[in-house]
């Protein structure tokens, strides 16, 4: 150690936790208890090592209040495992069981995601050796939906896009709403996978299920996307969003960033306003557009049984365009490019009609309005409604 200058003082370095590890999170609970990271026992390198790396972060995230919960580390809840299997006692055989059931109820009573919890606690034990799976046949947990689902409208998202302050914040709302694309869809684009002019057809592996995402990109996206590629200069292949240290952007920052933009817009007090509720909002504009519900399925990623509706991909290709186009005016977060994109889907005649409707929409929904508070009345009997008129009283 190197001799303390005059004037200079000792300082103790303090202790920092590792880097990605959030205070008093489950991973950071979790070594203060055991002493280590839960990534450094050699049962969870066992149960994840032929996993990918993001199944694999996940279960570093979901599994440590897991054995938080048993009170045991993962090496120990193994070994004991092993023993109870070996054990000649019927009921230390299903103690975990047991336990896992219990933990499972607690989450499903606190409203947590019970199914993907449980995915990864049988991919634990599995993993490790398949003499140590858990047998839950006929394990029965609530699965009613105790939270609200909200579905954003129009100018819910155009607010939220008022605030976006950079083409990156634009295009990763634009594409959320107008394509139904999840955070972990959106984290995993890549330069050249979104077509950067409108109306042009692009499938794409979703990264949450697999599932093809046939995909159709928008004036709105389109514009956001140019202006932002003109900052990121990436070459085709690479990661389309980047985070700190040029390192691919993960999911969980493309929900916080969707995340502060509905705080900015004060509509986190709305029940059930989440970053992925765009989707549902992107598929109630669907419904709303009497969208074909083969083509629907299609522009949400879902199965969908459309290929054998048509001979060539040519004709299903169109009809896809087709739906979004008709669907557009509804999702359309600029006037001025409605305006521009409808002189070349819709004729002028068209344009105004779609514009009474949705005036009429309006005035159906004000007048919806005043029942619900009770300023407007409505008197079937035209005698009564006379005499009512006659003494003021409408």
Known sequence: MLPLRKGQHFQRRKETKPRGIKKDSGKDLFRQRFGKDITEFAAFKRATEANSAKTRGNSSQVLPRFFLFLDEDPDTVIANRQSDITGKDPLNAERYERKTKAYIKLLAAQNKNVTATLSRI????TNNSHRFS?????FKYPK????????????????????????????????GYQ?????VDVAGLRVGDYPTEPWTYFEKSRSKTGEVWCGVSTPDACGYLKAYLLQRNGKIGEPLFLGYGGRSLESESVSELLRGLIEK????????FMPKCLRDGFEDVLIDARTYHKVKEALMGHTSGISHDYGSDDKRE?????AMQQAYPLLCLSDARLESASRGVFSESEVEKLKLLLARA?????IADMLERGELLHVRDPELAKRLKESGVL
């Open 134 to 138: 858990l047998d839950m046949r006929g």
């Open 318 to 322: 169109k009809r896809i365009i087709k």
């Open 144 to 175: 009613a939906r105790k939270r609200r689902k909200y579905s954003p409208s129009n100018e819910d998202v155009r607010l939220l896009n008022s605030f976006a302050d950079s083409a990156k914040e634009h295009f990763i709302l634009a594409v």
């Open 362 to 366: 309006d005035r159906y929904d004000k």
């Open 265 to 272: 817009a004060k509509l986190d007090s709305i029940p059930g």
């Open 179 to 183: 394509n139904g694309a999840l955070p």
């Open 122 to 125: 049988h991919g634990f034990f």
